[in-house]
């Protein structure tokens, strides 16, 4: 008698835990299939750089000129390298805008400030293929070819859809007037 009473209490204990509710493994397996079908959708972007990206520099030559640039990225200005579909999803990479602040003193005193892209270059070219992904990649001094009365800076331009180059040179005499040439291209 004391084994029937075993037994109702395990067989009323069985019963009330099997109320109908979705087990551990059916609860996570049907979150993996809805979190599959709402991420069926969802594009893949990426940036290059992933972030703000600045660089400074400070030089001065031969105690005459003293030249400031800041190379940094445009964080709402994008070149779109690539796109692509497969499987119901877009993958879509982006090359940030780049530009740059340049400012020249002679003998302590300021005779150029100005701001450096790919805009400026595309108005004066008449080729404007490289031009309409091209963004500016890199200004620095080139101090072999400055001299007391000059300072030359390098000037180099990528597409990184096509990974074509340019690069030019700017001369800016003591008074700051300056002019830029084309110096090299890889297209």
Not at 18 to 34: A, P, Q, T, Y
Not at 78 to 91: C, P
Not at 120 to 141: C, G, M, P, R, Y
Request: with cysteine.
């Amino acid at each position: 008698m004391k084994y029937y009473y075993l037994f109702a209490v395990l067989l009323c204990v069985a019963f009330s835990s099997c109320d109908g509710r979705k087990s551990h493994k059916e609860s996570l397996e049907e979150s993996v299939s809805k979190f599959k079908l709402k991420d069926s959708n969802l594009d893949i972007i990426t940036y290059y750089p992933k972030q703000y990206t600045e660089v400074a520099t400070d030089t001065i030559l031969s105690n005459t000129f003293q030249i400031k640039i800041k190379n940094y990225s445009l964080m709402d200005n994008n070149v779109i390298i690539t796109t692509s579909s497969q499987e119901n999803r877009k993958k879509i990479e982006y090359h940030r805008v780049f530009e740059s602040e340049i400012i020249v003193f002679n003998k302590s005193e300021k005779i150029l400030e100005t701001t450096i892209n790919a805009e400026i270059f595309k108005h004066q070219s008449t080729i404007n293929s490289f031009w309409d992904n091209a963004t500016l990649e890199h200004v620095w001094v080139n101090q072999e070819s400055s001299n007391d009365d000059t300072v030359n800076l390098e000037i180099s331009f990528i597409n990184p859809k096509d990974k074509a180059r340019k690069l030019y040179q700017m001369s800016i005499d003591k008074f700051g007037k300056y002019n830029t040439f084309l110096r090299d291209e890889h297209i």
